[in-house]
Every structure is written in structure tokens, then in C-alpha cells.
């Protein structure tokens, strides 16, 4: 019998949400509990396409909205092949982002929606996407943002809208994978909300893989 699939799980966040932190310790206690598991995050810098994303991140090569924006899309795409191979051999995959948060950065921009879906047409789907949310308050009261291009308040408050609509899209083309969480609370109890999300996804008969926006 063949084994089956691992799951596909996305971590979407603002920044100062906690996000990494939150990914870090779900993959310690995912393989703690005898599970394989990769952690990708994106974009992912160590590729020749990345590079040139996180030249533009630290502010120092400037790309049109759309070339980057595709830059970001095809660092996905370059990277999808590994995540297919490895769910179908049983692995859980989690991505620290993914292409909603490709969607809302680029959006918040001015870039069209409809634009902004497209290249990802047709990635694999995850089984679960997990956004942490933080409110203006908390963020306000947590670390500095850091030096890249998008840590700016202004920059976050109009992100933030956007992965609402990204929300409302997914609901409307996937159902209900889109898992909201407000990361305000301390590590461990946004901790145990994760897990709860997670597990209920893992335990869960998940379908063969989709397709995103198909
Ligand atoms: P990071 O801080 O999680 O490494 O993400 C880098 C920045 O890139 C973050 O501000 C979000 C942004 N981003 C996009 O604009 N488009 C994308 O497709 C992705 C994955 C991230």
C-alpha cells in the first residue's frame, strides 16, 4: 500500500506577528512526535532567482512592481517540484509564506488582484493556511520593524486589508482552509492555537493535492 501523502501547510503573517517563532517550534514538535517534516520558507534566498529578491528586499537593486512580483511567483515555482515530491512521499511540508502573502504585498502596491493571481495559478495547493494576526497595538509594542523595504507601518496597514481580500478569495475558490489566528497572546498560547489548527488539519482526510486558484 502506498503511504500516504504528507500535508501541505502555509504560514502567512505581518511582520511582528510572530511567525517564524511559531513555524520554528511546530516543526520541533512535529518532529518531536516522529513526524518528517521540511520547513520551506519563501521567498527562499539561496536560489539565483532569490538572490535577486533579496537584493531588492535590502533596498539594493530596484525592479518594476511586476518584474518582482513575478520574481517572487517563479521562486515558487522553482521550488514546487521538491514540495510535490516530498508530500507524495509522506512528508509534511510547512512554507513560512506562500503566495498569499505574494498577493497582498503586491496588491497593497496598487498592483491589480487579478494580476497579482496569476502567475501562482496552479501550485500546489496547501491543505491549510495558517495567518497570525496581529492587532496595530501589540505590533506597535513588540521589536523595531528591521531594515527592509517593506517594514513600514503604513506598508503593514495596507497589507493587512489586503490578506483579508486574499481571505475572502480563498473561501470563495478553496473553501475552508483559511485559518485565521490573532497572534496577540503569549508564544505558548499562540502556540497551543496552532497546534490545535494543525492537528485538526493532520488528522483530518485530506483529499490528493489541489491546485491553487483552479
Ligand atoms: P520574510 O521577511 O518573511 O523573509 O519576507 C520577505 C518580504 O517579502 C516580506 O516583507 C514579505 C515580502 N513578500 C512579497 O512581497 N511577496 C512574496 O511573494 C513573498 C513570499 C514575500
Redesign the pocket.
Known sequence: MMAPRGAFIVFEGL?RSG??TQVQRLVQRLEADGRAVRLQ???DRTTSIGRM?DSY?QTKSDLDDRAI?LL??AN?WECANAIERDLAQGVTVIA????F??IA??AAKGLPFSFCLQPDTGLPLPDSVIYLTVNPEVAASRAAYGL????TKDIQTRVRERFDEVANEVQRRHGNIWHTIDASGSVDDVQEKVWAAVTSTLNADFPSMGRLWM
Open positions: 511582520d511567525k517564524t520558507k519563501f521567498p529578491i528586499l512580483h517572487f511567483s515558487r513560512d509564506r506562500y503566495g502573502s505574494g504585498f503586491s527592509e523595504r517593506y517594514e
